[in-house]
């Protein structure tokens, strides 16, 4: 069932959406698919020389997860506006000690309605939100606005 302008009020949070862990192989798939092989993604010789522990997920990729979390709540039709910026790297999982990985590798995206307004004949929200690892650290911050049937 969809999501009615009168089903949400000022303070509501949208649900909860947590990914499944970020490995290695979702970062070459992504690479694939947007073009964007920059080293910090995929090369441990390049990562060693600039003094980091670990290749990092591509932003754009923790933001695509976010807007997954979004269209999962609302019908990607009634998007008007996404917007983002991003806080911090993002680490893929160890698949040989996973256990001990997942919890920054795993992105958790939460949001709370913060406006509703009538704007070009449309019944619209704000919802600001936020994607964090399961350590607590920001990743990306922004907003979204969405027109409600």
């Given at each position: 069932?969809?999501?009615?302008?009168?089903?949400?009020?000022?303070?509501?949070?949208?649900?909860?959406?947590?990914?499944?862990?970020?490995?290695?192989?979702?970062?070459?798939?992504?690479?694939?698919?947007?073009?964007?092989?920059?080293?910090?993604?995929?090369d441990?010789?390049?990562i060693?020389?600039?003094?980091?522990?670990?290749?990092?997920?591509?932003?754009?990729?923790?933001m695509?997860?976010t807007g997954?979390?979004?269209?999962?709540?609302?019908?990607?039709?009634?998007?008007?506006?996404?917007?983002?910026?991003?806080?911090?790297?993002?680490?893929?999982?160890?698949?040989?000690?996973?256990?001990?990985?997942?919890?920054?590798?795993?992105?958790?995206?939460?949001?709370?309605?913060?406006?509703?307004?009538?704007?070009?004949?449309?019944?619209?929200?704000?919802?600001?939100?936020?994607?964090?690892?399961?350590?607590?650290?920001?990743k990306l911050?922004?907003?979204?606005?969405?027109?409600?049937?």
């Open positions: 069932m969809a999501i009615t302008y009168d089903d949400v009020k000022i303070g509501d949070t949208i649900p909860t959406y947590t990914s499944a862990p970020i490995t290695r192989t979702h970062l070459v798939r992504y690479a694939g698919a947007s073009g964007d092989f920059n080293p910090l993604h995929h441990e010789s390049f060693k020389m600039i003094g980091m522990d670990n290749v990092i997920a591509h932003g754009m990729l923790i695509g997860i997954e979390a979004i269209t999962s709540w609302i019908d990607q039709r009634n998007l008007r506006s996404f917007n983002a910026r991003f806080l911090s790297m993002t680490e893929p999982a160890d698949l040989n000690d996973m256990e001990h990985t997942t919890g920054r590798a795993t992105i958790t995206i939460s949001g709370k309605i913060v406006k509703k307004y009538e704007e070009n004949g449309e019944k619209r929200i704000k919802c600001d939100i936020v994607a964090k690892d399961a350590l607590g650290s920001r911050a922004g907003f979204f606005i969405a027109a409600l049937p």
